[in-house]
């Protein structure tokens, strides 16, 4: 199947402190991409869509200028967390989308480990 | 409000046996479900899906059941193997302006014994 990757895997940083994380499809062009987020034993909870050259649709309670969100090209979106908190402290995971349809065709990546201290 | 559960947080199945992971959902307006692998460290993989207007879909090993009157759907790997054992998510989308976007339960880790 197709490839998503996430960069880092593992970020520790300051309460504060802003940390962008990177979302790409490494062999095909996303026309839409998720951003998820998940709690220890919890479900994955979806924060928002993001689709290529326009502003993310963000979930109900997910803060926008929070969590900021740029879907920039077709292989790349990065989801910031902007004055990032203690309780931001999650996995953040994203899938890519090879089209604007096809609920099997949703890809994740390896998701990245946010810890905020 | 949970509208996808996923009500055992771990099964333990022998090799070669049969594992059912069960899965409620409460939005009567999800049309499509999935389940997706976990293994640690990685992404969520997608296994197998099915219609609401299916009852039953099967890729191999794998069957998915749904019951819609119960709201309940539940997926069956017939033999299981020691590899089978990761995490199970199921997920559930509805149409129009929810398309594509998926609720997740909170997962169902299983372990396969040889």
């Known amino acids: 199947g197709a490839v998503v990757s996430q960069h880092p895997s593992r970020v520790i940083c300051k309460s504060g402190t802003s940390v962008k994380i990177e979302c790409r499809s490494l062999d095909f062009q996303a026309t839409t991409m998720f951003w998820y987020r998940q709690f220890p034993k919890q479900s994955l909870m979806l924060m928002a869509t993001?689709?290529?050259?326009?502003?993310?649709?963000?979930e109900q309670g997910v803060e926008k200028d929070k969590f900021l969100i740029n879907h920039a090209s077709l292989t790349l979106s990065t989801l910031t967390v902007t004055s990032a908190h203690p309780e931001d402290s999650s996995f953040y995971i994203c899938s890519a989308s090879l089209s604007s349809g096809g609920y099997n065709e949703q890809f994740f990546g390896p998701g990245t480990r946010l810890t905020v201290l | 409000d949970q509208q996808v559960k996923q009500n055992s947080p771990s099964l333990s199945v022998q090799e070669g046996r049969i594992s059912i992971l069960n899965c409620d959902y409460t939005n009567s307006m999800f049309d499509y479900f999935l389940w997706y692998k976990k293994y640690p460290a990685e992404g969520p993989t997608f296994l197998i899906s099915i219609s609401s207007i299916k009852d039953k879909n099967e890729d191999g090993r794998f069957t998915v059941f749904l019951n819609k009157s119960a709201k309940h759907l539940s997926l069956h790997i017939v033999p299981s193997q020691p590899g089978d054992s990761a995490v199970y998510f199921c997920a559930a989308t509805a149409g129009g302006t929810s398309y594509g976007k998926l609720t997740f339960g909170q997962g169902t880790i299983l372990t396969v014994h040889p």
């Open positions: 993001s689709n290529e050259g326009s502003k993310a649709t963000y």
